[in-house]
Antibody, heavy 120, light 106 residues
Framework: EVRLVESGGDLVQPGGSLRLSCVVSGHTVSTNYMAWVRQAPGKGLEWVSV???????YYAGSVRGRFTVSRDNSRNTLYFHLSSLRAEDTAVYYC??????????????WGQGTLVTVSS | DIQMTQSPSSLSASVGDTVTITCRAS??????VNWYQQKSGEAPKLLIYAASILYSGVSSRFSGSGSGTDFTLTISGLLVEDFATYHCQQSHHARSFGQGTKVQIK
């Protein structure tokens, strides 16, 4: 059974930093695509970041230069380092596994999400 | 960036109804569309990938169609557990979601 458990969400002041964790079981983080998706209160989903098996990364324009995705293969854990936080970063952050099928891909397993609130 | 526009943003329906949700892409994305269901306070769940392929374990009441720029998700014979928010997502370039469609009980 694949299970993803996020943690690290908190109330943080604008300009502050936070590290989110996503502990994964039943699925190997180092050999698979892993994504971070967020959802602001009452809003839709936003694709934020991906880390590839090669270690290459992708970031949405709204977070590029401020957020960093990384992984610890020995702990099978994904991390998301958030810095220079803004009010508009307030959201539930989900980690998800990404399965590739030919030329397409989809998120098939999701964590329960962790809430980040940016406010003074 | 590819924009995904869902319609309607919300709809009201009764148990047993058939509902259709539409997603329009800002450019040709072939069949690179996925659909997710999200219940209040929960994470999204994958329903359909590649526009029309039902994900493992998902009820056949759900179906998807479309190619190019126009896609639909159809739910036949609505059950109480189907009242939720549905999201489309393109997987052609740089990934993006529609704004979601909330299906409410009439």
């Amino acid at each position: 059974e694949v299970r993803l458990v996020e943690s690290g969400g908190d109330l943080v002041q604008p300009g502050g930093s936070l590290r989110l964790s996503c502990v994964v079981s039943g699925h190997t983080v180092s050999t698979n695509y892993m994504a971070w998706v967020r959802q602001a209160p009452g809003k839709g989903l936003e694709w934020v970041s991906v880390i590839y098996p090669s270690g290459d990364t992708y970031y949405a324009g709204s977070v590029r230069g401020r957020f960093t995705v990384s992984r610890d293969n020995s702990r099978n854990t994904l991390y998301f380092h958030l810095s220079s936080l803004r009010a508009e970063d307030t959201a539930v952050y989900y980690c998800a596994t990404v399965t590739l099928l030919g030329a397409t891909d989809y998120c098939d397993y999701w964590g329960q999400g962790t809430l980040v609130t940016v406010s003074s | 960036d590819i924009q995904m526009t869902q319609s309607p943003s919300s709809l009201s329906a009764s148990v047993g109804d058939t509902v259709t949700i539409t997603c329009r892409a800002s450019e040709n994305i072939y069949t690179y569309v996925n659909w997710y269901q999200q219940k209040s306070g929960e994470a999204p769940k994958l329903l359909i990938y590649a526009a029309s392929i039902l994900y493992s374990g998902v009820s056949s009441r759900f179906s998807g169609s479309g190619s190019g720029t126009d896609f639909t998700l159809t739910i036949s014979g609505l059950l109480v557990e189907d009242f939720a928010t549905y999201h489309c997502q393109q997987s052609h370039h740089a990934r993006s979601f529609g704004q979601g469609t909330k299906v409410q009980i009439k």
